[in-house]
């Protein structure tokens, strides 16, 4: 069971939500059968502290301010999506961080061209999702709740 509650953060970045593709986006993450965790609403422009802190990681790589300014230059849809492997399937979901290089049928492969406006953020691994998520989101704004497909989605 606790495997199949695995989470992952998932951000449609200002690009993706200027350019009308937070629709397109979430059916993806609904139609594959993920359970919609937490949804930010309305979007939120991000603080130059949080997203400096959500990419803390990438502090030295010369991308690193231009990456913080993009970012908070407009709303953000920050969402927690939950299932079984949803790090690992989510990263495949998105495509390659290069949307050059990211395959027809993901979401970067099919809806953007450069890397500085790759329209959406996910987690890369369970401990970075459990950080971002908690980054984001207070607890009380994680809902628990039995999704009435699971037992068509899961054996
Ligand atoms: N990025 C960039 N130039 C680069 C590499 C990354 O602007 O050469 C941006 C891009 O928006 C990417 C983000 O920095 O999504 C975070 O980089 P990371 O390597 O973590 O890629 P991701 O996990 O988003 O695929
Ligand atoms: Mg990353």
Known sequence: MAAKQERTFIAIKPDGVQRGLVGDIIKR???????????????????????????IDLKDRPFYNGLVKYMGSGPVVAMVWEGLNVVKTGRVMLGETNP????????????????????I???????????????????????????????????
Not at 41 to 53: M, T, Y
Not at 100 to 114: L, N, V, Y
Not at 140 to 149: G, H, I, K, R
Request: glycine share 6%; net charge negative; hydrophobic share 35%.
């Open 29 to 55: 993450f609904e139609q594959k059968g993920f359970r919609l965790v937490a949804m930010k609403f309305p979007p939120v422009i991000a603080s130059e502290d949080l997203l400096k802190q959500h990419y």
């Open 100 to 119: 050059a290089d990211s395959k027809p049928g993901t979401i970067r492969g099919d809806f953007c061209i450069e890397v500085g406006r790759n329209i």
């Open 121 to 155: 953020h996910g987690s890369d691994s369970v401990e970075s999702a459990n950080k971002e998520i908690s980054l984001w989101f207070k607890p009380e704004e994680l809902v628990s709740y039995q999704s009435c497909a699971f037992s068509w989605i899961y054996e």
